[in-house]
């Protein structure tokens, strides 16, 4: 495991900010030359501290309105019940993901989402017109 220093920190927190900054001008930030940034950048990615950039939209103005975690239990729990709920519900357009058995505890990019036997579905809810 690779022991972070505070140039580390400084770089990280700098690169949550706007991670699109360029190394030259994140080395001016930090004090370092342009190789020791980049080497420190890529030994972050390296060791898995940095998994990947991503960007931040801004939902409501992307036409998105909400993200619903979904718990649900049905009536009748036999795999052919199970199988077509889950056919059938994966054939929704705002359906992003189906988790489904008995695990106390899911995990998501998003966060933490409890579930208990049943099966999770994440949806993505488009705005209304």
Not at 35 to 41: G, L, Q, S, V
Not at 69 to 86: A, D, G, H, R, W
């Amino acid at each position: 495991m690779k022991t972070l220093d505070s140039t580390d920190h400084k770089i990280l927190n700098f690169l949550q900010e706007d991670s699109t900054v360029s190394v030259k001008d994140l080395a001016q930030k930090i004090g370092l030359s342009f190789t020791a940034t980049y080497e420190r950048i890529k030994s972050l990615k390296h060791h898995g501290i940095i998994r990947k950039n991503v960007v931040l939209i801004d939902a409501e103005l992307a036409g998105f309105e909400i993200m619903a975690y979904c718990n649900i239990v049905l009536k009748e729990q036999s795999n052919n019940k199970l199988q077509e709920f889950e056919r059938k519900i994966k054939s929704e357009p705002q359906v992003l993901e189906v988790v489904k058995g008995k695990a106390d505890q899911v995990e998501m990019d998003q966060g933490q989402v409890m579930e208990r036997d049943g099966i999770l579905v994440v949806l993505k809810a488009k705005k209304m017109i």
